[in-house]
């Protein structure tokens, strides 16, 4: 048997594929898209499924799914790991539907990693990536308001005032109905207090 065959036989196609998901000196998100990259060059109808909490791959071998952790080396799932997998992730048991093995579109799977992102570098405080993954976000989805409060926090943290006021002003205007709209009125009058000490 040639190696496009070997490749392409059912036995070898989960064991190959989950292999490939191990790349080494890459983030999570990286192994995951890179997973689902390989999958497909493989002839797999690999799909990416955000589970509550955790990102996993799914591929179709016949008339069976198998799921795999891109994140945990291409470890093979079954739906009984998942449940524990993300029981472990919220700190609470929990019951999986097929809704929640649903795949996910390229654009969504763009917004999970962007989101990400914008999470790590918050946590950093590295207000300007922040404000890059969040113009990133807002392409993906103008109507996200709670990036539009963010953005302005991370303009505010960055001293970019205008800027915030500008993120705050729009927040307030085009989603008046958000539990935080105070809190917000309270940022926008103190970033207005500081600029007008400023001139």
Known sequence: MGLPAALTGRGARPILWAACTGFANTSSWSKASRAIAVGKRLGLAVEGIGLPGHFIAGARLDDSQIFLDPFNGGALLTPESCEKLVGRVLGRK????DEHYAPVSGRQLLGRM????KAIYWQRQAWDKVVGAIDRLLVLDSKAAGEWRDRGIAWSNMGEIQRSLADW?????????TKDHEAVKGHLRKARQKLAQLN
């Open 94 to 97: 929990v019951t999986l539907t």
């Open 114 to 117: 962007l989101a990400n992102l």
């Open 169 to 177: 002003e729009r927040y307030l205007t085009e989603f008046p109905n």
